[in-house]
Nanobody
Framework: VQLQASGGGVVQAGGSLRLSCVASGDIDSISGQSWFRQAPGKPRELVAGITSRDIINYGDSVKGRFTISRDNAKNTLYLQMNSLEPEDTAVYYC?????????WGQGTQVTVSS
């Protein structure tokens, strides 16, 4: 499975961005997809995840502001990020789970200015 993330950028606090992650390869074997992020000096953390049965969960810090979704026809995972805060600044990674093996995209930088 290959993952290609895009959509990062620089935005002012309170603004919005939408990240995309296009999957290719053994797509039918994907059991779950997620977005993680990693800020400088901090561990990578789960932002949001969605299973093949559309069970969704969010990290506590983004609940009510971020929305994960996917378009199966386009093999694309999305992360709509609203009410962005400087604390959301990080490199965002998409992740896919296939038969207990995890695959990572290359990461896309999100910078929120105050």
């Amino acid at each position: 499975v290959q993952l290609q993330a895009s959509g990062g950028g620089v935005v002012q606090a309170g603004g919005s961005l939408r990240l995309s992650c296009v999957a290719s390869g053994d797509i039918d074997s994907i059991s779950g997809q997620s977005w993680f992020r990693q800020a400088p000096g901090k561990p990578r953390e789960l932002v949001a995840g969605i299973t093949s049965r559309d069970i969704i969960n969010y990290g506590d810090s983004v609940k009510g502001r971020f929305t994960i979704s996917r378009d199966n026809a386009k093999n694309t995972l999305y992360l709509q990020m609203n009410s962005l805060e400087p604390e959301d600044t990080a490199v965002y990674y998409c992740h896919a789970a296939v038969r207990s093996v995890g695959y990572w995209g290359q990461g896309t930088q999100v910078t929120v200015s105050s």
